[in-house]
């Protein structure tokens, strides 16, 4: 499927979703820009992914090191900004009071704050979690960083033996899933990455964020049609939001299940769940 085609489809089930919750419409219409924005920065990579060889990843699948560094990205700093630019600018008509914030001035600054928001998204035991709210920049930058991210995935996830990845987090660039789903033939879990769009096999009762796998602090609530399963976990106090595609009847979109799923969003949040 073409970069193109990918987006047409995200960009069709997306109306469909705002025709038939109207109330969300402009959070779906926001979407759409974003959608837009990316699809068309992925469409205009035309590189080659350098990868390491064959034992090399070997080595870092087994010693748990993600595969991807920032300096394989093939970003040039002048696009990069007019793409960050236009996706704050996205952001800023939807929630006006983001506009009154500062944005890094030149290039080189965006594709520093590009650098350091890369690093910052891998997932690190050992650091504490952010509890402060991102910032315009780091939004539009983390916004910004998806095309070349999934791009990226696309070339390095052919060469990996994820059976041998049993970690929470990517493989390909370290990030923390923020959707899984149970494939149609066996229920097995797949986590998906919420950066590169990544997906690799994890077990089915455990939480990947903080590994525990106490039962007694593990949940999952169901939606009415048994498609849909948000799985919470007290010990870490996370979310992750779940689609059982052995129960779907609709055509399945995943990228745009991520935001058709707001409502679970709101409901974990509210409970004091975080994603």
């Not at 699809?39 to 992914?49: F, K, M, N, V, Y």
Request: aromatic share 10%.
């Amino acid at each position: 499927m073409t970069t193109e085609d990918r987006t047409q489809r995200i960009l069709q089930r997306l109306a469909e979703a705002a025709e038939e919750t109207p109330d969300l419409s402009g959070f779906y219409e926001l979407h759409q820009k974003l959608f837009r924005l990316q699809g068309e920065a992925r469409a205009d990579i035309a590189a080659a992914l350098e990868l390491a060889d064959e034992e090399a990843l070997k080595a870092r699948t087994a010693q748990g090191l993600p595969m991807l560094s920032f300096a394989q990205l093939p970003i040039a700093a002048g696009r990069f900004a007019t793409l960050a630019t236009a996706v704050a600018a996205v952001l800023s008509e939807y929630d006006p009071d983001l506009g009154k914030q500062a944005l890094p001035d030149d290039a080189a600054a965006w594709l520093s704050l590009a650098e350091r928001r890369f690093e910052e998204g891998r997932v690190n035991p050992e650091r504490a979690e952010r509890t402060a709210e991102l910032t315009l920049a780091e939004m539009a930058v983390d916004l910004a960083l998806k095309p070349y991210l999934e791009w990226a995935a696309d070339q390095v996830l052919p060469h990996l033996n994820l059976e041998r990845w049993k970690r929470g987090y990517c493989p390909v660039c370290g990030g923390p899933p923020d959707f899984a789903v149970l494939e149609e033939e066996t229920g097995a879990r797949y986590l998906i990455c919420s950066r590169c769009a990544a997906e690799w096999p994890f077990r089915r009762l455990g939480c990947p964020f903080c590994n525990t796998n106490d039962y007694s602090k593990l949940f999952y609530y169901l939606s009415d049609d048994e498609v849909y399963r948000l799985y919470v976990c007290q010990e870490c106090r996370h979310y992750l939001k779940s689609m059982d595609l052995r129960k779907a009847t609709h055509r399945v979109v995943l990228e745009a299940e991520r935001v058709t799923t707001v409502a679970m969003d709101v409901a974990a949040q509210r409970e004091g769940y975080r994603s």
